[in-house]
Structure formats: C-alpha cells, structure tokens
C-alpha cells in the first residue's frame, strides 16, 4: 500500500528559486494537508484542501502556494525560496474534513529541503 | 487563536517505569489524535479520542481524554527502550481545517 507519496524526498535550493513540492494520495481521501516540522516547533499547517477544488490557508502560508490539481493530487510551491524555508514538509491525508472526525490523517516520509 | 501545549517536553525514562505525558489546549474541541514519530520518519497514528472520558489503549500506552479540563494524557506503562520516539497530540478546536499540533514530547527509554 502506497498510502502518501511525496516527492522529492530531498531538495537543495539557492535562495530565489522556485519548486513545487508533489503530494499523491491513494486511499480516495477526500481531505488533504500540508505542513512543515522545524526543531522545536512540532508540525505547524500550512495549506490544507477540504476537497477537490478548495483550499483555505493554514497556520503558516506566507512564501507558499498550493494547488489541488484533483482528488489524488496537492501540491506545495515556492515560488522564491527563503532560508527561513528550510524544513522538513510533510503532506497528509484524511478520508473527510467533516463528518468524520473519528479517522486520523496519513502521513507522507516528508521532502527534507534546505535553502542556501 | 488555539493554543495546544505538551509536557514535558523531554522526557528520560528508565526500562520498567510509568509515567505521563500532558496535552492541554484552549479552545475547546471534540477531537483528539496521538501521534508518534522516529527520528527521520513520517508520523503514526496511535490513538484518536472523539468524547469526554474517552480512553484507549494499546500495549503499554493508554491515552484519555477530559474535554470539561482540555486536557489529554498518554500514559506509558512499564516503559521499553522499542517506545523511545517522539510524541505529539493533535487537535482542532471547533474548525475541523486547522489543527493544531503540540510541540512534541521526545521520549528516551535507558536500559
């Protein structure tokens, strides 16, 4: 089972440039997230996707943009990257955003970027 | 804003010993999530607590929930060097989007 695929798994940028961060999800989840984990600040939101078509703006989206390209698929750009980016993003699925609240979201392995 | 917080932070263990670890958050909320994480891994759900007075439990850890005190606990009983990792609870107050998680409990079980 795939579950929550994201690639790249690491990434090196120079300051000023732009990437996208890929999601993939297989368990027909309706809901998706992206956040970011930074030592000593646990995992902070920063973009997530009610449903295909929707998305709403999390704890942390300065510097960021999303698209839903469908149900599978969220992804994360930069569109010119900071230093203060670097981090290790996680995406995250969950079968709904409401109404189903008893099921946990899945986590992807994580794209570890830095930013020189 | 909800605010979610744990403690300890840190936590050294010795094999054979219990102890808790605490989730408090402001607002109020009708869900709860424990999750853990190995180092350079993804995340795992452990627990998912939906009522007051909720409680599950799993081997040697047992989590509850207490709306009324917003409060979580994990607890872990007769602790084995396989449970060091981190822990983090996860909530949503009353808007289901934005969760919220605490800043993590890093778990160190010694022989």
């Known amino acids: 089972n795939a579950g929550v695929t994201q690639t790249p798994k690491f990434q090196v940028l120079k300051t000023g440039q732009s990437m996208t961060l890929q999601c993939a999800q297989d368990?027909?989840?309706?809901?998706m997230y992206w956040y970011r984990q930074d030592p000593g600040m646990g995992l902070r939101l920063i973009y997530y996707?009610?449903?295909?078509?929707?998305?709403d703006k999390g704890e942390v989206p300065n510097g960021y943009n999303v698209s839903r390209l469908n149900k599978r698929e969220f992804s994360l750009r930069l569109e010119s990257a900071a230093p203060s980016q670097t981090s290790v993003y996680f995406c995250?699925?969950?079968?709904?955003?409401?109404?189903?609240?008893?099921?946990?979201?899945?986590f992807g392995d994580g794209t570890r970027l830095s930013i020189l | 804003e909800l605010k979610v917080e744990q403690n300890p932070l840190f936590l050294s263990m010795q094999e054979g010993k219990n102890y808790t670890i605490y989730c408090n958050y402001s607002t109020t909320s009708d869900r709860l999530y424990w999750y853990r994480q190995d180092p350079g891994k993804s995340l795992e759900s452990l627990f998912v607590?939906?009522?007051?007075?909720a409680v599950k439990q799993e081997g040697r850890l047992m989590a509850s929930l207490d709306t009324k005190a917003r409060l979580s606990t994990l607890h872990i009983t007769a602790a084995v060097h396989d449970l060091s990792a981190t822990y983090f609870c996860?909530?949503?107050?009353?808007?289901?989007?934005?969760?919220?998680f605490g800043q993590g409990t890093i778990l160190t079980v010694h022989p």
């Open positions: 996860l909530t949503g107050g009353t808007s289901y989007g934005k969760l919220t």
């Open positions: 996707s009610a449903s295909e078509g929707t998305t």
């Open positions: 368990m027909n989840h309706n809901s």
């Open positions: 607590l939906l009522s007051n007075g």
């Open positions: 995250a699925s969950s079968e709904a955003l409401t109404g189903a609240p008893g099921q946990p979201q899945h």
